[in-house]
């Protein structure tokens, strides 16, 4: 029996096609590669960050997503394209979870980027606290 030496191209007939490298795929997106994302764990001691951000981040983030802790979760809300909503979840991942449903204590629509987001605040109309 012949060896087959790995030429790492794939084989014909498979139907599997070879994958864009990552400079490809943010060509291929439209979108300019930035980076890797800022952790949402990294916005928390960051004093140029605002208070209600830090607040909610640091809760979500603690053991249990806060819960053992004896202090109410704390709200964040924030604008996401132009449109109010609120931040319902932070993942280990870096990222968090929000939803159009202003008045939702859980269950998040999308994951974003904190960086995708402006204008926190602890309430719904946006303003700063």
């Keep these: 029996m012949d060896k087959q030496q790995d030429t790492g191209a794939t084989p014909s007939g498979s139907g599997c096609q070879p ?5 490809d795929a943010s060509s ?18 960051d004093l140029t960050q605002p208070e209600c951000l830090r607040k909610f981040l640091d809760h979500a983030r603690s053991p249990a997503h806060g819960s053992l802790r004896d202090e109410p979760r704390p709200k964040l809300f924030a604008t996401f394209k132009g449109k109010r909503v ?8 870096g990222d968090v979870g929000i939803t159009s449903k202003l008045g939702a204590e859980h269950g998040y ?6 960086e ?3 204008d926190f605040s602890a309430t719904s109309a946006g303003d700063a606290s």
């Design 28 to 45: 291929l997106s439209g979108i300019p590669s930035v980076g890797d994302p800022k952790h949402c764990d990294d916005y928390i001691d």
């Design 19 to 23: 994958t864009a490298s990552a400079a």
């Design 116 to 118: 995708e987001l402006t």
């Design 109 to 114: 629509d999308r994951r974003v980027g904190v």
């Design 86 to 93: 609120r931040v319902v979840m932070a993942s280990r991942f």
